[in-house]
């Protein structure tokens, strides 16, 4: 059976184009940096996002990680949402392998960390305390809703920064669906972050890779880092130049997938037992509850809907996420409604 899959936007899978220009990809070594498909893609990376260079990483976890590596020292402190992808769902890699202490302060429900909750957490000039060297930014927000943050947002946290003498690093796996769902170029929301992380593999639909991006010296060191880490790659060209069609042409259809979002948003709505977040999507994300009343968990509905050709991830029983991809089409939109419709009757 084809499955409608609106678990998550990294399930999607390459399109035959993409296959095509992955076997056709001129490679080289990229440890030796002679794979001209890997650096085409971080030229047009470091382009796009309007920063002087870029690196290709296996995932957006060790684009993160690198991004901390460089940043900060050992023993030194990082403030973080406590909804954001790397403080809850890195496996603590910034401690585990960097020694840095997260200083975790609440994401408020538009995604935002406040600033006053950010300069109060900045740590004054003593023996005793770590120090603060980094603000992390998530850009759209996953856990608030698929939030986007404006530029106007990073810039005055970027001002806090720089105020500050500290770094910002901004979490922006799907920092493309930020921009399309604003209207802005991407170049505007990186403009205040010292670095960026963005995910290739989820909704600009390539099967692997991340980049992260900076000025030079920065990548230099995580070029360094990276190989530390194990992750120099060597024909990778073959995967990277996914990465270039995913650049140059799935950020310009996310549009799609959020109009797609709005039309499952409307249909969840009509349905008895579905709550769905008030002000939900904001981009290619649903977020949704099942009242209080409802004679089934989520995990049974799920059941239902695998049965249907629906899947979902039904990992909390009452809360759920939806997320729209290149994959789900206008057919999927309405097999998806009718699935739940039928799995809560
Ligand atoms: C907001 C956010 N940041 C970072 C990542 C990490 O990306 P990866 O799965 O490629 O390690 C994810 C993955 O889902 C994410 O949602």
Redo the contacts with the bound molecule.
């Keep these: 059976m084809e499955f409608v899959d609106l678990r ?1 936007d ?1 399930v999607t899978k390459p399109t035959p184009e993409m296959r095509e220009v992955m076997a056709e990809a001129e490679v080289g070594d990229d440890v030796y940096r002679d794979d001209p498909t890997v650096n085409k893609l971080e030229a047009l990376a470091a382009d796009k996002l309007g920063k002087e260079s870029a690196i290709f990483v296996p ?4 684009g ?1 990680l690198l991004a901390l590596l460089v940043h900060c020292q050992r023993g030194d402190e990082v403030i973080v949402g406590d909804k ?3 403080y809850l ?2 496996a603590g890699g910034m401690s585990a392998l960097g020694g840095m202490q997260p200083c975790a302060i609440p994401n408020q429900k538009d995604g935002t960390l406040a600033f006053d909750d950010i300069l109060a957490s900045i740590r004054t000039e003593d023996v005793h305390h770590p120090i603060t060297r980094l603000i992390c930014l ?1 850009n759209t927000q ?1 856990i608030c809703g698929g939030v986007p943050l404006t530029a106007e947002y990073t810039q005055q946290v970027g001002e806090i920064a720089r105020k500050n003498n500290l770094s910002l690093h901004i ?1 922006g ?2 920092i493309f669906n930020s921009a399309v769902a604003q209207n802005v170029d991407v170049k505007e929301l990186a403009a205040p972050a010292d670095s960026v ?1 963005f ?1 290739l ?2 909704g600009l639909v390539s099967p692997i890779g ?1 980049m992260l991006v900076g000025t030079e010296k920065f990548v230099n060191r995580a070029r360094h880092l990276r190989k530390m880490l194990g992750g120099g790659m060597r024909q990778v060209g073959i995967v990277a130049a996914a990465g270039i069609l995913s650049l140059e042409k799935m950020t310009g259809r996310l549009a799609e997938d959020h109009e797609r979002a709005k039309r499952i948003a409307e249909g969840l709505r009509q349905i008895k037992g579905i709550i769905v977040d008030e002000d939900s999507p904001h981009t290619n994300m649903i977020f949704l509850n099942l009242s209080e009343n409802a004679s089934v968990t989520m995990q049974q509905i799920a059941e239902s809907m695998k049965e249907l050709g629906v899947l979902i991830d039904a990992e909390d029983s009452r809360r759920l996420r939806l997320v729209t991809h290149y994959w789900i089409d206008d057919e999927g939109v309405e097999k998806s409604i009718s699935a739940f419709e039928k799995a809560l009757t």
Excluded: L, P, Q, V
């Design positions: 998550s990294t995932s957006g976890t060790m993160n954001s992808h790397i769902n890195e998530e996953n979490d796996a799907r992380m995910c593999s989820k991340s």
